[in-house]
Structure formats: structure tokens, C-alpha cells
């Protein structure tokens, strides 16, 4: 019963397989002829994706209720907005 | 069957490993999101001293350091998923390997540093700098950290200090060491790639 809630390490190998293509993805896209602010986004959103496996496969978090479900989300969502709309700015300016 | 649902109830509400270390992780967490802030709206106010400087940064070896940390995390996972099947040596041989990896982003950082270092690189040669240096340095202790807690925890394991039934320890060690990898993910193409 117990084990049942475990997520398998079968299934964080695919998330561990995916996260490296990932990062090869961003590696690249700082290689392409994207502008800075599509780059900036673009591999910010790899990354928070990326995190939110962590969160959710590595750490276990995906099979939590209640407070400890949302913290790394939230680390997550606020930084990465702030970051995202300090990027834009500058696009701007 | 009414004390299986409790215990379900209890396995779902919270994290694994000891409530403390996660107390500890929204603390480095925070600290680690404020600083990604400051970068970023610091950045606002010097956008191409920040690009060029960007430039003198080495890709591929913060590439070899996320693909390093993100397969350590992984073998975590493998180590937390072995003693959980109460195979408590073949725990340990993954937290080595976790170790390993560990290792050899603080070997590609360290060289880093160093190759910094050689050209005159210091926290006040500018503003960017100063963030990479801060940022890269604080989170590079955590690494060390992390890797002396991997050790305790493969030491114990070793030793036969952990069971199917009884392996907080190793959970505990495995969430620290997730944040490591999670605070890398995000100062990567931070510092490294956009612009």
C-alpha cells in the first residue's frame, strides 16, 4: 500500500532522460540566431519546466497534499516572473 | 486498515525526509530567489556591460556542470529507491556515484575559478562579476555541503544504518540534494545564457 505511493524509478528515468535533452535544448538555443529577449525566455522556460520536475519526480512532491505541495511551485513561479519581467524591461528600454 | 489510510494520510502530506531539512530548503530557496532577482533587475540598469561580460563566461563547462548535476540527482533517486527495497549496499554504491558527479562539477567550477582568477577576476572588477563570482561561489559551497551530507548518509548506509522500514536519513539527504540541483537549474541560463 505503502509502496504503491513511491513514484518509480523507472519513470524519474524518463524525467532524468528528459531533463538532459533539456539542457542540451538550452546549450543550443545560446547558440542559435535568436533575439535576446526570445533566447531569455526561452531557456528560462526550459529551466522552470526542468525545475518543476525536480520538484515534482526527484523530490516527491507530486504526490503531496496540503502546504508542502506548492513551495517549490512557488519558487519556481514568483523568482521566474520577476526574472522574465526584469528581462522584458531591458528588451524594452 | 483504518491505520493504513493514517499512515497514507501522513506519507502524502508530507515531504520526505526529516520536516527540519525542508524548513532549512525554503530558507536556501529564498535566499537563492532573492539574489536571482537582484540579478536580474541589476542587469536592467547595465544591460551591455552585462552582455559582454556574459561573453567571457565558459557554456560548455556550466553545460558539463547541469548534465553532471542534474545525472547526481538522479542516481539519488536510484540510492533513495534501492534502500527502500532494503538493498542498503547498492544505496551506497549510487550515493557514490551521485558523489562522483558532485565531484566533478566542484572540479570543472574550481577551474573556473581559477582560470578567473589568472586574468585579474575579482568581486569588484564590475558589477557583473561581482554576481557571477557571489551567486556561482554561494551556491558552490552548497555543493560542498550536499557532498558532505551524501557522504554521512552513504557512511550510515554502508554500515547498515538504514532498512526498508527506517530510511529517513537517506530521504533527508537526497531532498538537500535535490535543492542543489534545482538552484543550478535556474542560475545556469541565468547567468550563463541569457542576455
Not at chain 1, 504526490?63 to 522584458?88: E, K, S, Y
Not at chain 2, 520536516?19 to 525554503?26: E, S, T
Not at chain 2, 536592467?44 to 556550466?62: C, G, I, K, S
Not at chain 2, 526498508?164 to 545564457?193: C, K, N, Q, R
Amino acid at each position: 500500500m505503502e509502496k504503491r505511493l513511491f513514484i518509480g524509478f523507472r519513470y524519474c528515468t524518463w524525467v532524468w532522460l528528459s531533463m538532459m535533452i533539456l539542457t542540451l535544448a538550452t546549450r543550443l538555443a545560446g547558440n542559435t540566431g535568436l533575439s535576446g529577449l526570445s533566447l531569455s525566455l526561452t531557456v528560462l522556460g526550459i529551466a522552470l519546466i526542468k525545475g518543476h520536475l525536480i520538484g515534482d519526480y526527484f523530490m516527491g512532491l507530486r504526490r503531496l497534499r496540503g502546504f508542502w505541495r506548492w513551495p517549490v511551485t512557488l519558487w519556481l513561479t514568483i523568482p521566474g516572473g520577476l526574472v522574465a519581467t526584469a528581462f522584458i524591461l531591458a528588451a524594452q528600454s | 486498515m483504518t491505520t493504513i489510510a493514517l499512515s497514507t494520510d501522513t506519507e502524502l502530506r508530507y515531504p520526505p525526509g526529516d520536516l527540519v531539512i525542508w524548513i532549512f530548503i525554503l530558507a536556501e530557496l529564498g535566499v537563492f530567489a532573492l539574489l536571482f532577482a537582484a540579478y536580474a533587475f541589476t542587469r536592467l540598469q547595465h544591460v551591455e556591460m552585462f552582455n559582454h561580460f556574459q561573453h567571457t563566461l565558459n557554456q560548455d563547462a556550466a553545460l558539463i556542470n547541469t548534465l553532471a548535476l542534474i545525472t547526481s540527482s538522479y542516481f539519488v533517486v536510484r540510492a533513495v529507491a534501492a534502500i527502500r527495497e532494503n538493498y542498503a549496499r547498492v544505496c551506497t554504491y549510487w550515493l557514490l556515484a551521485a558523489m562522483a558527479m558532485g565531484m566533478l562539477f566542484l572540479v570543472i567550477k574550481s577551474l573556473e575559478f581559477i582560470h578567473h582568477y589568472s586574468l585579474g577576476v575579482t568581486l569588484h572588477s564590475n558589477t557583473f562579476y561581482m554576481f557571477y563570482l557571489f551567486l556561482t561561489f554561494f551556491h558552490f559551497m552548497h555543493v560542498i555541503m550536499g557532498m558532505i551530507i551524501l557522504a554521512a548518509v552513504a557512511i550510515k548506509a554502508a554500515c547498515g544504518g538504514y532498512t526498508a522500514t527506517e530510511y529517513t536519513g537517506v530521504e533527508t539527504g537526497a531532498s538537500y540534494w535535490h535543492m542543489v540541483d534545482l538552484v543550478w537549474l535556474i542560475l545556469f541560463p541565468l547567468v550563463y545564457v541569457m542576455r
